[in-house]
């Protein structure tokens, strides 16, 4: 059982770029999101997930885009890659009850 | 809208001493209250949640309604308790959306 699994762990973008966060639950939760990590910041929300085919918003989407085919994955794709998305990216899923399962986290440096 | 408040940064603490870290929150509503813990090289994890009024790693937290503040407390800390640690809220029979604080990064010295 691996739970929630991020990648990549690390990742280094120039301006620009484009590139996917790739997240996947083997704990067939309904539940999944994406935090993004910011020293002084705390954990923002970025998308999240009700279910396959159900995407919303989060508290900080602007810049990135998700979709949910499957149950298993929520991957997050940034289009064109800004400085201010340096960060750390954390995926999390939930079988109810509002407890989170978080991923190990994916830092993303963009030049 | 919700809002959690985490008013420490840094708070540092001796070994053996008690340690309390503050969350305050604003919500019309009924929210359940969370403390995750993010250990060093670790994943974030969930340490307690009011409603199960448990005790785990000899961390405790009351929800007080009155000051709308679910704050953490330990009577005597420990090393290994040294870690960020984050507040957060959700609506309760709500979705699984949790708005979390900024964060308290805890120091607990030998």
């Known amino acids: 059982n691996a739970g929630v699994t991020q990648t990549p762990k690390f990742q280094v973008l120039k301006t620009g770029q484009s590139m996917t966060l790739q997240c996947a639950q083997d704990?067939?939760?309904?539940?999944m999101s994406w935090y993004r990590q910011d020293p002084g910041m705390g954990l923002r929300l970025i998308h999240y997930?009700?279910?396959?085919?159900?995407?919303d918003q989060g508290e900080v989407p602007n810049g990135y885009n998700v979709s949910r085919s499957t149950t298993e994955d929520f991957p997050l794709r940034l289009l064109s890659a800004a400085p201010s998305q340096t960060s750390v990216y954390f995926c999390?899923?939930?079988?109810?009850?509002?407890?989170?399962?978080f991923g190990a986290g994916s830092r993303l440096t963009v030049l | 809208a919700q809002r959690v408040t985490q008013p420490e940064k840094l708070l540092s603490v001796f070994k053996g001493a008690p340690v309390e870290l503050k969350c305050n929150y604003s919500?019309?509503?009924?929210?359940?209250l969370f403390w995750y813990v993010q250990y060093s090289r670790q994943r974030l994890q969930l340490l307690l949640r009011?409603?199960s009024r448990e005790s785990i790693k000899g961390f405790t937290a009351d929800l007080n309604k009155g000051e709308t503040s679910f704050h953490l407390k330990k009577p005597f800390a420990q090393e290994e308790d040294s870690a960020m640690y984050y507040c957060?809220?959700?609506?309760?029979?709500?979705?699984?959306?949790?708005?979390f604080g900024k964060g308290t990064k805890l120091t607990v010295n030998p």
């Open positions: 999390a899923s939930c079988s109810g009850a509002n407890v989170l399962t």
């Open positions: 704990m067939n939760h309904e539940y």
């Open positions: 997930s009700v279910g396959a085919g159900i995407t």
């Open positions: 919500y019309s509503g009924s929210p359940e």
């Open positions: 009011h409603i």
């Open positions: 957060a809220l959700s609506e309760k029979g709500g979705s699984e959306k949790l708005v």
